[in-house]
């Protein structure tokens, strides 16, 4: 079994910055894509980002520039830097990780932009 534990959420100012991590634990064998989501009350489910296990990112057109995603295999950990955070940024964040091919779901942690 795989376990996800995320940490960093919270309450920010608009303009104010986070940084989110998801460390997996348990039968790992092999992690390949890592990624976050994100859903905001009466909305569905967004990716936010992702990384592949070469290194490759990619970004939802909304957090480009502002949002960075990376990951440290040694640690097996994803991370989410996100800066500049707005509004409409507010959301519970989950990370999403698959291992030797199968997806797991991090518990999900609240990110509130607010003043």
């Known amino acids: 079994q795989v376990q996800l534990v995320e940490s960093g959420g919270g309450l920010v100012q608009p303009g104010g910055s986070l940084r989110l991590s998801c460390a997996a634990s348990?039968?790992?064998?092999?992690?390949?894509?890592m990624g976050w989501y994100r859903q905001a009350p009466g909305k569905q489910r967004e990716l936010v980002a992702v990384?592949?296990?070469?290194?490759?990112?990619n970004y939802v057109d909304s957090v480009k520039g502002r949002f960075t995603i990376s990951r440290d295999s040694a640690k097996k950990t994803v991370y989410l830097q996100m800066n500049s955070l707005k509004p409409e940024d507010t959301a519970v964040y989950y990370c999403?990780?698959?291992?030797?091919?199968?997806?797991?779901w991090g518990q999900g942690t609240q990110i509130t932009v607010s003043s």
């Open positions: 999403r990780v698959f291992v030797s091919g199968v997806g797991y």
């Open positions: 990384i592949g296990s070469g290194g490759t990112t």
């Open positions: 348990g039968s790992i064998d092999s992690i390949g894509i």
